[in-house]
């Protein structure tokens, strides 16, 4: 390791780890020193990016392509109402030299893809996984053990946490477990939604994202031991903890008995079971102004909410609620001798329910709402609450 100093309102902002015997000069030299990459900013990447700015890492790598939302607000503690639409990573960087003017902080202000995994980790000591999605994990996870670094993991949905070591190499040269070696295969598209989908408590990320922290300083000071070959799961409604074992796995085709991956996949949403040609499979759609002429004209339409019920008590605009996921129980309500108006937050799992309803059932009159009821509070009625 070069040689680090510090100066003296260095010194001074770190007096308090100084002082502890196990860390002291040796372990704030090591942070300084430490080149940590931190995929995602958001409900994890928030806490976790603040506590180790504050701890005084020296190179702080910062990934995100999204911007502020009013949504985000409830979890993503680096962001105010000032921030909404701005690059999350442009913002999170102010604050962060803000915090500290003594660290360095890169930003890639793009997709985290195969494409340029490899180069946007070079360099970095530790990556740092806040991500909310199967596809980048595995992504992140593979990058991370053909670069040879740790991959400090955790996760977030509703009120539970994890968190956990991966890729870590012990004193004794032996390299831990890796995310593979825990989730050979990634589950069945749609069974686990994300935070957008199935939402999450606001404290959650700020407890396990902190937790994710404490895991980075000790990976790269080597003071404490690692969650490596362990998982540590949170429930926060019971307040019960758990730390299961994660062994690894011969047929880890990364690292078992016989590889046989050697580079990153070129397409881990279909790793992931996700099919972007059905997808992205076009269907009939209309716009919010369109759907505000309809309502003028009293022309003949149906509007239907595929939402969830927790939603629909938030913000409604009249429509039929047939949750997306038990939207063929209420085949015998949709109407087929109109035109029929499907309607989500967003437009995505309207559009879903369009392509599941013709495909399974030859539907040929359904219209997905463009930008769902987001867009309709924002164009056409403002005093529906978004969320």
């Known amino acids: ?8 309102q260095e010194l001074e902002r770190y007096a308090r780890h100084l002082i502890i015997p196990d860390f002291n000069i040796d372990g704030q030299r090591k942070l300084k020193a430490g080149r940590v990459l931190v995929i995602g900013t958001g409900g994890l990447g928030a806490p976790l990016l603040q506590y180790l700015a504050a701890a005084g890492v020296g190179h702080l790598g910062i990934v995100d392509f999204d911007v502020v ?34 660290i360095e902080i890169a930003t ?7 494409d340029n995994a490899l180069d946007i980790m070079k360099g970095y000591d530790v990556v740092a996984d806040g991500t909310d999605n199967f596809a980048t994990r595995y992504l992140v996870n593979d990058a991370a053990v053909l670069t040879g670094i740790p991959n400090v993991y955790a996760s977030i949905f509703r009120f539970d946490g994890q968190v956990s070591v991966f890729n870590y190499r012990k004193p004794d040269g ?24 199935g939402g999450v408590i606001g404290v959650l990320p700020g407890i396990v994202g902190s937790l994710q922290a404490n895991e980075v300083i000790k990976v790269i000071t080597g003071v404490g031991e690692p969650l490596a070959g362990r998982l540590f799961l949170f429930d926060a409604l019971t307040f019960q903890t758990k730390i299961l074992k994660v062994h690894k796995e011969k047929t880890n085709p990364l690292t078992g008995d ?18 972007p040609g059905a997808e992205e499979k076009p269907v009939k759609e209309i716009t919010v102004q369109e759907l505000l002429r309809m309502k003028e004209s009293q022309a003949p339409f ?20 047939m949750p997306l996921g038990s939207i063929e129980q ?21 559009a879903n329910a369009i392509r599941l309803l013709e495909k399974k059932y030859g539907f040929t009159n359904l219209y997905n709402l463009k930008g769902g009821i987001l867009a309709y509070a924002d164009e056409v009625d403002t005093s529906i609450a978004k969320y």
């Open 1 to 8: 390791m070069p040689e680090v100093t510090f100066s003296k």
């Open 69 to 102: 939302e009013d949504s985000n607000l409830q979890r993503q503690v680096l962001f105010t109402t000032h921030d909404i639409g701005r690059p999350k990573v442009e913002v999170a960087a102010e604050r962060l030299r803000a915090q500290n003017p003594h």
């Open 108 to 114: 890639y202000n793009t997709r985290f893809t195969s």
């Open 174 to 197: 032996e390299i831990g477990p890796n995310y593979r070696d825990m989730f050979p295969e990634p589950p069945p598209p749609g069974l686990v939604p994300n935070c957008a989908e």
């Open 258 to 275: 016989h590889p046989t991956q050697t580079e990153l996949l070129k397409d881990y949403e279909s790793f992931c079971g996700f099919d």
């Open 302 to 321: 149906q509007l239907i909410d595929v939402r969830e019920p927790y939603e629909f008590d938030i913000a409604e605009m009249g429509g039929q609620l």
């Open 330 to 350: 209420h085949i015998n309500e949709i109407e087929s001798d109109k035109q029929v108006i499907v309607h989500c937050r967003s437009g995505v799992r309207s």
